[in-house]
């Protein structure tokens, strides 16, 4: 059975329409100019991507935390370094006024040899 040219050109124009879609509605026609079709490689990133978003937004967060936590140690060492600043200054206070004030000191061994 072999089929003439003619033949031929009319199964493959009708091949043709139905692949073209002019058969098909005016939205379908208008999703298949889209070429749009579902992909499940591209929902597959999209939902890593957000799983990933997510795991960063939490990491943030973490770090947020930390740094805060980091500052009110910071300022509390502050604080304690201030607050033994002036017990250095007081106790130097005490001891050059008694010092100057009362009998000096012996020499120690090591002043003696020098």
Do not use: Y
């Not at 992909?39 to 939490?58: G, V, Y």
């Not at 980091?70 to 017990?87: C, D, F």
Request: hydrophobic share 30%.
């Amino acid at each position: 059975m072999t089929t003439s040219p003619s033949q031929q050109a009319s199964t493959s124009s009708s091949i043709s329409k139905e692949v073209c879609g002019s058969s098909l509605p005016r939205w379908r026609l208008f999703l298949q100019t889209l070429n749009w079709r579902r992909n499940p490689d591209i929902e597959k990133q999209i939902n890593a991507s957000k799983l990933r978003t997510k795991q960063l937004e939490s990491e943030i967060d973490q770090l947020k935390n930390e740094s805060l936590r980091v500052r009110s140690e910071s300022e509390q060492i502050k604080r304690e370094n201030a607050r033994l600043s002036e017990l250095n200054s007081r106790l130097d206070a005490i001891v050059f006024s008694s010092a100057t004030s009362s009998i000096p000191a012996k020499p120690t061994h090591s002043e003696s040899e020098m």
